[in-house]
């Protein structure tokens, strides 16, 4: 698949010439195509003057940033020890059956992508389930269906 590069060369003259940029310029890059392309990522090396190892050193240290294309909606279920305990690995077992998920990958339709963390840091509400910027606290297969059918009929754009 070929890559637009016009957003990318907006974001770089954006921060051109400025320093400590690159991880701003990183998660803008994420925010507009939904992950970080290869093609950009030699594009800011090229611009910047970086070299492109220096770049995926970034991309492969935070947790936050994605090489491949990830769905429209991205879901993190915590496996910590408290959401363990309470249920987090058949939260998300029962997430990948029911979407056809495998971790790491959009699913079939697009629409999401499947993750398991360590922790989120929030013990109190265990078992948690993040979609997107929302945190879903105290879930179970009863609730998490609904939390998916509120993101199957939502025309909310990544």
Not at 29 to 57: C, H, N, R, T, W
Not at 84 to 103: C, I, N, Q, R, T
Not at 106 to 119: H, I, M, N, Q, Y
Request: proline content about 4%.
């Amino acid at each position: 698949m070929k890559i637009n590069l016009s957003a990318a060369r907006k974001l770089i003259k954006k921060y051109q010439g400025k320093k400590g940029v690159l991880i701003p310029l990183l998660q803008d890059v994420q925010a507009s195509y939904g992950y970080v392309p290869k093609e950009v990522i030699a594009l800011i090396a090229k611009e910047l003057g970086i070299f492109p190892v220096d770049i995926y050193g970034i991309l492969t240290f935070y947790a936050q940033f994605y090489l491949t294309p990830q769905g429209k909606h991205i879901i993190k279920v915590c496996q910590g020890t408290a959401c363990h305990v309470m249920g987090g690995k058949e939260l998300l077992d029962y997430m990948a059956d029911k979407l056809g998920a495998v971790e790491g990958k959009p699913t079939k339709d697009g629409l999401f992508s499947l993750e398991r963390v360590a922790c989120l840091g929030c013990c109190g509400m265990a078992p948690a389930v993040v979609v997107d910027q929302d945190f879903y606290g105290r879930c179970t297969i009863q609730t998490i269906e609904s939390v998916l059918s509120k993101y199957r009929s939502s025309k909310k754009a990544k």
